[in-house]
């Protein structure tokens, strides 16, 4: 531990933790001085005793001294990582180094040498070995199994944060923003792509070659706003409007040449042809219609530009387009609030889509080489995802350098999300002066883990601080001197507590969460020349090593203050939680109590006639179904046929169809499906010398008790495996059939004129009318969610009157 920790972490404890502490290093060193062994293991034996019986047990991978100090000071007994290999703890700090931490733990293993209390701490260690920690702080989330912790354990990591956590994740769920808040990402996350997909690289493509036709429209603006801001009498104005006669570096004739106006019509017809699309315009335009530029135009236009704002050329006569290149950025500037951070360069970071502090990122300026970057990498698939986001070109500078904003959050619980913000922060500035002209990553990146490496640059301002930070409160005095003291308090706290607050949100859906976890983040950003805080990054395991005097001071505070917010408050919600407020806690979203594997529905399926059926059809029936089983069906309103080789005798009631409640029906398997769609009737008394029994259907009324079932010959086959479906009633006018004969079935008639006393129903033979039985195959199939699709067969006798004629069928409806 660095001295100027610990000198700041007794200062931010409680008053009563000193006395407790005070009194138990005493009482420690009272004891020792009289029987050093026995007595040491007799205290150990009952604050372990008391710590267990409490559930203080807690355990720590990784450097954390300050996270151990405090629990320690609070009761609780560590129980060690034996298991674990050294070696190990020194991966996965997505904030800090490698170096970093091997440094860190020599530092940590010397100073507890040094404390008088160590061994004690040792003994109580041993004594817990076998107990279980409720407590445990990490490093990286996958060195604790996550799934089989304990309710009451608590943990300082949450799973499946790579949503936020990672570049790709934040690149790709930040656009979902709108759909859980009314916000546009545009206006606090530098527009990012992922290039691991053809798809996005065409999105990035697109992006920077619209940024090219607005950067000409602005250097068209900006080099005659600086011509009219200087008076210049007419000889001088038509002197430089000669560029033989301008003078320096940038307008030498010799290497200057000019580029004509159509250089701007193209730009400004690209950004029209943009502005539409925001709009809407091209909703009712063809792709065709649309006259976009040719790959050609488009590669000529890019060079220009190269040329353009390099100083390798000029635009001739560009006073006559400045109106019209106003006009555009104005309207360009309402619909696009990145504008501004744009700058002219047209300059891009390309970032590892999984990598932290600052490895293996690049600026660059042209789209070929960029592509060409991610194209040359040969790195597996899992590796091989690219992420390339806006590069801010007009950052807030403080005294010609480049800075950013670390600014830590808590959060407790995912549902209902509650974030934590710390009020104190520390800006990182870079060891070079800021330009454009040298896209260095020690000049644009502030990472302390690139910065340290690298000496300060001698024109950098003295003001600066030599280890290159600044806390919160020091750039607020900075910005009171410039006669901004309103700026932090009114613009850039409150937008990076709404920065945070959206982030979370879009990813609270895709985040794992877990009662009795935490986390805490650490977000970074920067600020542009409105102090508009922009959103680069969110890192997990933020470091938390005194590397400066600035980090010793706010890093023990900050994890201070998270234990206060983690552990003190669930036993007081009322107490104090340093300088952590809250931020957001939505209300609780109750989950749903079953799962979507376990949704259905019932009911009944509604049918809707395409067009109006008439009274009188014919259709025919595929012969290759005529060996099909019938149906089996219940009907109301019916008397049982008699005995099988009776004959019927008088005739029976008519059955009330539409007012009488039908019984289920039992369908047989399905059939199989002709070879083609047809409907056809075919007489069945040509075997067996020209007469074949078929199972008659025997009906039951709705209030019988028994079913009493007469099956003829053909029955003693009954299908294998049959299905149970409810049949609707029957429609008040029937269809009628043609049957082989060539007869047209007629509609129904009324009952009084009936000479069959039932209505043949689908699947029953009609038990009035003497004759060999025809059956009417249909292989019609409802449309899909109108009803069963398997075929009906129709069963009728060629003597019954009341069907409408010999052969008659009623076809099945479903």
Known sequence: MEPGERKKLPSASSEGDRREENKLKQGISRDLTSSPKLDR?????????????????????????VIRAILRRKGWVEKKFHFLPKVTLNVGDESAGTTENKCAEGKENENMALEKTDDIHDVMSRLVKNEMPYFLWTIKRDVIDYHSLNGDQMLNHYWKTGSFTTKIGLCLNMRSLPWYAQANPDSFFPRCYGLCTESEKQEFLDDFRHTVASSILKWVVSHQTCDRSKPKSRREEARDSDPSNRKGPENDESKLRGLSGQLVDTACRVCQAYLGQLEHEDIDISEDAVQDLTEDEWKDLTQQYYALVQGDAFISNSRSHFSQCQALLNRLTSVNPQIEIDGLRNIWIIKPAAKSRGRDIVCMSRVEEILELVAADHLPTKDNKWVVQKYIETPLLIYDTKFDIRQWFLVTDWNPLTIWFYKESYLRFSTQRFSLDNLDSAIHLCNNSIQKHLQNDKERSPLLPGHNMWTSTRF????????????????????????????????????????????????????????????IEINSSPTMHASTPVTAQLCAQVQEDTIKVVVDRKADRSCDTGNFELLWRQPAVELPPFHASDLCVEGVSVRKARKQMPPISSFSCSSSLSD???????????????????????????????????????????????????????????????????????FQ????????????????????????????????????????????????????NSTCPSVCLPGAACSTSSGPLVRAESERQPEPGQGWGHPVSVLGRPGCQDSGGPGAAVPGTG
Request: hydrophobic share 35%.
């Open 41 to 65: 293991y007799k205290i150990a034996k009952q604050l372990t005793e008391k710590a267990i019986k409490e559930k203080k047990i807690f355990s720590i991978y990784g450097h954390y001294p």
């Open 628 to 698: 099909s089983q019938p149906l089996a069906v219940r009907c109301p309103s019916a008397t049982p046929d008699p005995a099988p080789g009776r004959p019927p005798t008088a005739p029976q009631q008519d059955l009330k169809l539409r007012n009488e409640k039908v019984l289920p029906c039992t369908l047989p398997a399905p059939l199989k499906r002709p070879a083609q769609r047809s409907h056809t009737v075919q007489s069945v008394h040509a075997e067996s010398g020209g007469r074949v029994e078929f199972p008659s259907c025997h």
């Open 701 to 752: 009324h709705a209030d019988s008790k028994a079913l009493k079932t007469g099956l003829s010959k053909a029955e003693s086959n009954p299908p294998s495996d049959s299905d149970s479906l409810d049949v609707h009633p029957l429609l008040p006018v029937l269809p009628s059939v043609k049957t082989v004969e060539g007869t047209v079935a007629q509609p129904p008639r009324p009952p009084g």
């Open 476 to 535: 607020q005095e900075y910005l009171r001197r410039r006669g901004c003291s309103a700026v932090w308090g009114s613009v850039v706290y409150p937008a990076m507590k709404r920065a945070v607050v959206h982030a979370m949100r879009v990813a609270q859906a895709r985040v794992e969460p877990r009662k009795n976890s935490f986390e805490l983040y650490g977000a970074d950003f920067v600020l542009g020349r409105d102090f508009r805080p922009w959103l």
